[in-house]
């Protein structure tokens, strides 16, 4: 499981113009799922997500995680995480989830997410998204479940 979450002050997502998920501070969070993933993936993501500590504390040091600043999080599922553009130019998609399985997973992992006590916002499985942000630093955080970061 890969995901880019980006600390932000505020994220939304529209499909066909209608908003279908928005948060102010908190984590916008764009989620792959790979073929070879399964409950150990979901548990490892699900909790760096909880843990990441990028928000400021009262001296500026980023030490507080989503949960501490009373924010939320905003889930993106992105099966172009999982592009391979190593040969040629357009990249191949072997590497991701069927739909059905990437589908259970991502619910799975907001479902966890929200177990924890966050808000969370979704996108919409499949569908072609218009995603807006304001990226706050910039912080990006790339998590691999398979690699270790």
């Known amino acids: 499981m890969r995901a880019i979450v980006q600390r932000v002050s505020r994220a939304g997502v529209e499909i066909d113009g209608q908003a279908v998920g928005r948060i102010g501070e908190g984590l916008l969070v764009y989620v792959g799922i790979g073929r070879d993933d399964g409950p150990t993936d979901l548990e490892y993501v699900s909790n760096k997500i909880l843990g990441l500590r990028v928000f400021a504390d009262q001296v500026g ?6 949960a501490q600043i009373g924010g939320a999080v905003l889930v993106v599922s992105n099966f ?4 391979n553009a190593r040969k040629g130019r357009r990249p191949a998609f072997t590497e991701a989830a ?6 259970e997973m991502y619910e799975g992992l907001c479902a966890k997410l929200r177990e924890a006590g ?4 979704m996108g919409r499985f499949g569908a072609k998204m218009a995603v ?8 990006n955080i790339l998590l691999d479940s398979k690699r270790g970061f």
């Open 132 to 139: 807006q942000a304001t990226n706050d630093g910039p912080i």
């Open 118 to 121: 966050l808000e969370v916002q």
């Open 80 to 83: 172009t995480l999982f592009g």
């Open 61 to 66: 040091k980023m030490n507080l995680d989503v």
């Open 98 to 103: 069927e739909p059905a399985m990437a589908n």
